[in-house]
């Protein structure tokens, strides 16, 4: 897996992120390689020169309760149809976790409704009310407050993610 800032992406790269992207996110489809908002990071998995699995990550702090941690957030993590089911999910998030030990990461966070391929890796479900900053389209629409269901942590750095509310100083990933 190539791990690579978002700089250095290319035109090339881009195209096969968006044609992955919209594969897998039938419900989301856009003209461009990110849903939200760009990522500091992406994660690029090739077999035979096709890109395969792919992951944004974007390196922040949020608040939970009266702690502030360092997050390194997944976005739009995808495995092409084709190669599901052959362990190259798996494998991208174990070498995620690799990467994230040896940086200052405190927790790999993500948002799925796949909760159970996620707890079988490490992840906790988080059920906890959280505030973040509502974007569609490239517009603000203000702060939502809500409580979030499909939040999942896996901690990195040996800190505990207590129960509390979820504050993630940002937009919502």
């Known amino acids: 897996m190539n791990i690579k800032p978002e700089l250095d992406v290319t035109s090339d790269e881009h195209a096969a992120i968006t044609a992955l992207r919209n594969d897998a996110f039938p419900d989301h489809q856009v003209a ?36 502030i941690f360092k997050v390194l957030g997944v ?30 990461v405190d927790f790999i966070i993500l948002i799925s409704d796949l909760a159970k391929f996620y707890t079988d890796r ?30 999942l942590v896996k901690p990195i750095s040996g800190k505990r993610w207590e129960p509390g509310y979820v504050d993630w100083l940002g937009y919502l990933f």
């Open 122 to 151: 490490g992840f906790r479900q988080i059920h906890a009310p959280s505030a973040w900053l509502r974007l569609h389209e490239h517009r603000n629409f203000g702060v939502a407050f809500e409580d979030l269901d499909d939040l």
């Open 75 to 104: 976005i739009d993590f995808c495995v092409a149809k084709t190669h599901q089911g052959q362990g190259i999910g798996s494998a991208m998030l174990s070498e995620l976790c690799e990467y994230s030990q040896r940086r200052d």
């Open 32 to 67: 461009r390689s990110y849903y939200k908002q760009l990522p500091h990071m992406r994660a690029l998995e090739y077999r035979d020169g096709r890109l395969v699995g792919y992951l944004g990550l974007d390196y922040r702090v949020m608040r939970v309760g009266e702690s």
